[in-house]
């Protein structure tokens, strides 16, 4: 790449006076491939490591933990002057190599085993700017690279709008949410307000021993199932059926709420729908609400509102790390508007879930093309 790439980026002078749009690691999202942010600094005021002059169409890869692949593409000018910190390896393709195939190049898993492999540390792995611009990139004539880089990039943008579409069909279900019930903790709508520990049957805690995991068997939900009031089932892992019969206490039936109860991720909830009825709950906290009483869907995306930041996290602030217990969770203030109403809401919600399904099996469907092509043209 060093052959195709112009390795002389200049740097911030010392004595420049002037404001700058300032690029360090954190501003870059590795999910979405791209800058997130700029921070506006005085020059005379700006971090040591913002050093390099960078320019629209560069490409960013971040030299500190290579295999998170933190890479993205300069796509605008700014009004300030634009600096990299050293952190990146800045990728100026010359007229041989088009940077949109450059770019999409440098997200291959071909690129990124190569920077992994050739990465030291093992508490902080990195690579220098040299072993980026030693990574071999196929190289076909330019306007077949362009070829190339106009159908992945075609692919990738119906990616991220199907991604996109599935975002705003989660945030539906909030804005259904506040128009029908209002703020759960300004109450505006005046709704009798009860305890948690009055509107459920059993509250129980998981298991404090890890079980022996198996291949396959029941799932064995742990909080990083938990995501956004949902199951995910990424990274599960599945326990067989002698280490079931050990966690009775664990097993979860339909509507119960798993609340996690320690670590960065305390106080996400998730609702037990039917595809994990019978299966397991890891180390959490595990609700049986009362169904004449409460909707399950009801309380799970309260939980998901601004609930969480105002009423739940505070509560687990502790010096070591976030926590919740039994009667934290029995004490939580719940708004409980008609069931008729909670219900009504519980099927809105499953009629969204339905078509965040059709999306979700687009997405993968989508992702399973861009990574074929992916490999087609950048693997070994």
Not at 132 to 145: F, N
Not at 291 to 308: D, G, Q, R
Not at 327 to 341: A, R
């Amino acid at each position: 790449m060093g052959d195709v790439c112009d390795t002389n980026i200049g740097t911030l002078s010392s004595k420049e006076d002037c404001l700058i749009d300032y690029v360090d690691i954190s501003s870059v999202d590795n999910q979405k491939k791209e800058i997130s942010s700029y921070k506006v600094f005085k020059s005379s005021e700006a971090p040591s490591r913002a050093r390099q002059l960078i320019q629209k169409n560069d490409v960013l890869v971040s030299t500190v933990r290579p295999n998170l692949n933190a890479v993205a593409m300069v796509t605008t000018e700014t009004p300030n002057v634009m600096v990299a910190s050293t952190g990146f390896c800045v990728l100026r393709s010359k007229e041989a190599l088009d940077n949109n195939y450059l770019f999409h190049f440098t997200k291959s898993k071909t690129f990124i085993n190569s920077l992994v492999k050739a990465a030291k540390g093992a508490s902080y792995p990195a690579v220098s700017n040299a072993d980026v611009y030693g990574t071999y990139i196929p190289l076909p004539p330019v306007k077949t690279q362009q070829r190339i880089a106009n159908e992945l990039g075609a692919v990738y943008v119906l990616l991220q709008l199907r991604k996109r579409q599935l975002e705003e069909l989660d945030q539906l279900i909030k804005s259904v949410f506040y128009e029908m019930f209002g703020d759960p903790v300004t109450n505006e709508k005046g709704w009798t307000v009860h305890v948690l520990g009055e509107l459920i049957t059993n509250l129980r805690y998981g298991t404090s021993t890890p079980p022996i995991f198996s291949d396959a068997g029941y799932c064995f939900i742990r909080a990083t199932n938990i995501k956004l009031g949902r199951i995910i089932s990424r990274d599960m892992r599945f326990i067989d059926e002698n280490e079931a019969t050990k966690l009775e206490k664990c097993k979860l039936h339909y509507g119960d709420l798993i609340i996690v109860r320690s670590g960065v991720n305390t106080g996400d909830s998730c609702v037990v729908l039917e595809e994990y009825a019978g299966h397991y709950a890891g180390y959490d906290i595990i609700v049986s609400p009362d169904f004449t009483a409460i909707n399950p869907v009801f309380i799970n995306e309260l939980i998901n509102t601004s609930y969480m930041d105002r009423i739940i996290k505070p509560l687990t602030r502790r010096a070591a790390q976030p926590h919740l217990n039994a009667e934290q969770v029995k004490n939580l203030p719940i708004i409980t508007p008609p069931l008729s109403l909670q219900e009504k809401f519980a099927e809105i919600v499953d009629q969204i879930e339905s078509q965040k399904s059709l999306v979700k099996q687009a997405i993968d469907e989508t992702q399973r093309l861009f990574d074929s092509l992916m490999s087609k043209y950048f693997d070994d």
